[in-house]
């Protein structure tokens, strides 16, 4: 069926159940970013393919919100859906809630499925609807619609060992229920699928890119139990659950479960599945909280921030190559933004310990470079040549880590607006990449410094400049952030974050440059505790596309100094031509 198919069929579960207006958000019972297949329902009904947004459907109506990584990109995946397009966060765009009230009738009926919807957007929608006499209720419509969706995988779950995760499971569940005693909880419950995969120091692929599995965790002051689908465990993980007193139940018993707990104290997030509070609000307290663990697994631990430097050398030798490949292939034999896509994989898959990518590569050739989380078709994606620039942003998952790094280069011709442009990001990377800056200082203080080179010149991008990184774990990971948006929380010791500053002019060219961080302490003086940040990735940026005279002479010593590092780190690993081509381009500015 097409997308405009899909949506009808919809309407006419609507009308047999009597409702008004069906939210599709993009979530799975676990509030993934990255969804298993038989979970991506927003993307199968409207065909908008980026990892944020979420669509309502009403009788005559349909609209996709979506914030603007994604403004030139849905417009081309939605065409001929009848699916319009909200600019989400620009002046003018209404709020979805307020839209549905004002396109709905008096005491109209709006539904969504209760698994698949945070807790935190049910209180919203109650609260705002029931304002205006609108109802609100548990209805997965879309169980009738979509068929021909996919079951969970069957892939193994298998250990991460304590030499690569710096913590045992008994201390980490012991670090939370000593969170729990503070927060005078008996019962805590860990949904998201990284913090269940980061609290049992377990691994799995249930979700394309991010080694995760499908599971639960259940924690009391004497009890953990994971419910998890067993016949997946290997026995090594199994083993590991023993000796660290943790029981293991059917993934399916899960709310059942849930259901028997009575006259209990609970910690659960509000960013968990609106199913898990229905379930357990007979005869129990909630504490609303964010989840302890996601914290404490968002402050790198030094064995798992030198396997973020251990994999940074492996991932900076394939990208190596593989910009060797690029520079000196295209033009010459036939390729596009999709199998270049496969030859950078290729080039990761030959370092040791690879087991994948952190993210499908985007891979933006000319305008495709101004779509920000662009991502080629096998089919019908551009031809490369050895003209103007490419954008390619791009990560591996390593057993000791992940990786997520951003070059855009020229291949052939470019203007001198596109070095200027390059050359103002750059700056901005590299003063991001250069700041001290006081304990209990928010990404949001910082985010400013990596626009200012952009915005004395009028320009700015309409992304955030970080998100945290996990340990071999998701790419994208809370809860810091440097970005505009007020996050309260503050940047700690071992976090691990982008910097990845952009430029885009639509039907034209994008840019984007980007490095991995980590937050480090500097120094402690009368006016307090100062940090810093520790550059982790290793791989050279393209002198040719920057105008040296925008840079100070700070800026140009930074980047003389990080490619000094680069060639400490790489050359030994590299040979030949490629070494020599290498040695060039980390040669001072």
């Known amino acids: 069926?097409?997308?405009?198919?899909?949506?009808?069929?919809?309407r006419e579960e609507m009308q047999k159940n009597n409702v008004d207006a069906f939210i599709v958000y993009s979530a799975d019972p676990h509030m993934s970013e990255y969804l298993p297949e038989e979970w991506q329902e927003r993307a199968w009904l409207s065909g908008f393919l980026g990892s944020a947004g979420f669509v309502v459907i009403t009788k005559d109506k349909a609209g996709l919100w979506t914030d603007g990584r994604y403004f030139t990109q849905a417009p081309i995946e939605l065409a001929g859906s009848g699916i319009d397009l909200f600019k989400d966060g620009m002046e003018g765009t209404p709020n979805y809630i307020d839209w549905i009230i004002s396109e709905i009738p008096a005491?109209?009926?709006?539904?969504?499925?209760?698994?698949?919807?945070?807790?935190?957007?049910?209180?919203l929608l109650s609260q705002k609807l029931n304002a205006k006499n609108l109802n609100l209720v548990d209805s997965p419509l879309l169980k009738e619609v979509w068929k021909e969706r996919g079951t969970p995988s069957k892939n193994p779950i298998f250990v991460h060992p304590l030499d690569r995760a710096g913590k045992s499971v008994t201390d980490k569940i012991s670090a939370i229920r000593q969170k729990m005693e503070e927060q005078e909880v008996t019962v805590h419950v860990i949904s998201s699928l990284d913090d269940v995969a980061w609290t049992l120091n377990l691994r799995g692929s249930d979700v394309e890119s991010n080694p995760v599995f499908l599971g639960y965790i259940l924690i009391t002051k004497n009890d953990a139990i994971l419910f998890t689908d067993l016949e997946k465990m290997e026995v090594e993980a199994r083993k590991q659950m023993d000796e660290s007193f943790v029981k293991m139940m059917p993934y399916e018993e899960f709310y059942n479960h849930l259901r028997t707990i009575k006259n209990e104290n609970i910690l659960v997030s509000p960013n968990s599945n609106q199913s898990i509070f229905e379930a357990l609000k007979i005869d129990n307290k909630f504490v609303k909280a964010a989840v302890p663990g996601n914290l404490m697994k968002a402050q790198k631990n030094e064995t798992e921030l030198e396997g973020f430097r251990k994999v940074m050398v492996k991932d900076g030798v394939a990208m190596v190559k593989f910009l060797y490949w690029l520079t000196h292939n295209a033009g010459k034999e036939t390729m596009n933004e999709y199998s270049i896509g496969k030859k950078l994989r290729e080039?990761?898959?030959?370092?040791?310990?690879?087991?994948?990518?952190?993210?499908?590569?985007?891979?933006?050739?000319?305008?495709?470079?101004?779509?920000?989380?662009?991502?080629?078709?096998?089919?019908?994606?551009?031809?490369v040549t050895n003209d103007a620039s490419i954008l390619v942003d791009s990560g591996g998952q390593y057993l000791e880590g992940t990786t997520d790094i951003t070059r855009t280069l020229a291949l052939g011709a470019v203007s001198e607006e596109?070095?200027?442009?390059?050359?103002?990001?750059?700056?901005?990377?590299?003063?991001?990449s250069m700041v001290k800056f006081p304990k209990g200082t928010r990404g949001v203080q910082l985010d400013a410094i990596?626009?200012?080179?952009?915005?004395?010149?009028?320009?700015?991008?309409?992304?955030?400049?970080g998100h945290g990184v996990g340990s071999f774990m998701n790419v994208h990971e809370g809860p810091q952030n440097i970005r505009k948006d007020m996050n309260p929380q503050e940047l700690l010791v071992g976090m691990v974050v982008s910097n990845e500053p952009g430029y885009y002019l639509e039907g034209d060219y994008g840019i984007r440059h980007e490095n991995l961080i980590a937050v480090k302490e500097s120094e402690t003086t009368i006016h307090g505790t100062f940090y810093e940040f520790e550059t982790l990735t290793f791989c050279p940026f393209f002198k040719n596309d920057i105008v040296k005279e925008i840079l100070s002479q700070d800026e140009i010593n930074w980047l003389n100094s990080y490619h000094k590092t680069c060639e400490e780190k790489l050359a030994p690993h590299l040979e030949g031509e490629v070494k020599e081509w290498f040695l060039s381009l980390v040669s001072p500015l």
Not at 111 to 121: D, F, Q, Y
Not at 373 to 379: I, R
């Open 418 to 432: 596109f070095k200027t442009n390059s050359t103002l990001v750059l700056q901005g990377m590299i003063r991001l």
């Open 107 to 123: 005491n109209g009926k709006v539904a969504v499925n209760a698994l698949a919807t945070s807790h935190s957007n049910w209180e």
């Open 347 to 383: 080039f990761r898959a030959a370092g040791e310990n690879f087991v994948g990518e952190s993210f499908g590569s985007i891979i933006g050739y000319k305008d495709n470079g101004a779509m920000m989380h662009y991502s080629a078709k096998s089919e019908g994606s551009k031809e």
């Open 1 to 10: 069926m097409t997308s405009k198919e899909k949506v009808a069929a919809l």
């Open 450 to 465: 990596a626009r200012l080179p952009l915005w004395m010149h009028g320009k700015d991008y309409n992304h955030g400049t």
